[in-house]
């Protein structure tokens, strides 16, 4: 059963997408247009489950389903979409998960989405603080309840990408 860990920002997370970054370049080659580090570990002094959120935009997100035998063979199993239509999602490491690669191919929405929630968080150091906050209790009110953990957020969750479409 995989517990729900929330730890206070580390640095080498940023060294961790690097090198993952790194390998997703090599595998996808000229397919790939640019890598984004996203999800709490890329918000810098916040707290977050220590799982590395890569986000890379690919020309052709079709081509990534020929690559999957290539992903698995560096740690990651496919999860197809995982219920977003257009994205292919992979995971590392199991139950101790490490990564998430959410796949999009270049001009989906979902992409400006993810930047604008990370880079407001990154802009307004207070609301990534209450948002840590929130997440290491409810990690610790749930510890192996992943759905109570994540319904617990969506009210925050909500009105963080509310303010980053600027629509307060």
Known sequence: MRKVTVT????????????????????????????????????????????????????????VDGLIGDMEKLGYESRGENGLPGRRYFQRGGDERTHHVHIYAEGNPEIDRHLAFRNYLRENPQEAEEYGIL?????????????QYIAGKEELVARIEKNARGET
């Open 8 to 63: 206070d920002y580390q640095p080498e997370w940023r060294q961790q997408f690097q090198l993952a970054a790194k390998e997703l370049r090599e595998l996808f080659g000229a397919e790939c247009i640019e890598i984004h580090h996203i999800g709490s570990t890329s918000i810098e002094g916040m707290a977050a489950k220590p799982v590395i959120d890569l986000m890379p935009v690919v020309r052709e997100i079709e081509v």
């Open 135 to 147: 997440k290491k209790k409810l990690a610790h009110d749930f510890p192996y309840d992943i759905e």
